[in-house]
């Protein structure tokens, strides 16, 4: 899920977490852990099967938009052709028309880019609510005074990297449930549906 690394680090810029304050003020030794978001959002059971679904998601998203590409290009190829025998006001409206798919194309495609980025969204939401846990769970378990994003450091003295630990107890957890996401369309109730017809023009003879 590295392609898009703006949404992996929703809260999780700085983790803390305190454990005991009377504890930790006796301590002579702040004790500070680092971990990798990025390998554990792509190394956990989780991570993994997120980053398969979004795959899926993304192709046939991409499938649809290749279909009507080359759509688009076989069209213009054949007004190419036809182009010498055809008037210059007919050739002009083909083009207008092809210029419209494109427009349409266009937007499809920004469309699109918009669903795939709310389906990652959807899919990583529920990934780092779970790890905000873990790490939580750690942090208490090991007396971390604070549990810091690595990417997010230069460095720090005496810092220890809890990834591999963390992917570890991620693991160990129940596996996230990931809701289908489906595109919502607006139902026409039976009882108002109407089925509308072109009634046929007819010339009434007036009265005289």
């Known amino acids: 899920m590295r392609q898009k690394t703006k949404l992996l680090t929703i809260a999780l810029l700085v983790t803390m977490f305190i454990a005991g304050a ?4 006796a301590q002579t030794t702040v004790k500070i852990a680092v971990v990798d978001l990025y390998r554990v959002i792509d190394e956990t059971n989780d991570g993994k099967k997120a980053k398969t679904m979004l795959e899926s998601y993304f192709e046939k998203k991409q ?3 290749d279909k009507k590409s080359e759509s688009l290009k076989v069209k213009m190829d054949d007004l190419k052709k036809k182009q010498k025998i ?18 349409e194309l266009q937007n499809t495609y920004m469309k699109y880019q918009k669903l795939v980025a709310k389906k990652e969204m959807t899919l990583t939401e529920p990934i780092l609510e779970k ?14 005074l604070m549990i810091v994003r690595k ?8 810092s220890k990297d ?6 570890k107890e991620y693991n160990a957890e129940p596996a996230v ?4 996401t489906t595109t919502t369309t607006t139902k026409k109730s039976p ?13 009434k003879k007036g009265t005289e």
């Open 22 to 25: 009377g504890k930790a003020g």
């Open 63 to 65: 499938g649809s938009l």
């Open 86 to 103: 055809m008037t210059e006001e007919d050739y002009q409206d083909e083009v207008d028309e092809l210029q419209a798919e494109i427009v």
């Open 131 to 144: 790890l905000e846990k873990v790490l939580e769970k750690v942090g208490k378990a090991k007396g971390y």
């Open 151 to 158: 990417e997010a450091v230069a460095w720090i003295p005496d």
């Open 162 to 167: 809890i990834t591999d630990e963390v992917i």
């Open 177 to 180: 449930e990931f809701k289908e």
């Open 191 to 203: 009882g108002t549906t109407k089925k509308t017809t072109t009634p046929k023009k007819t010339e």
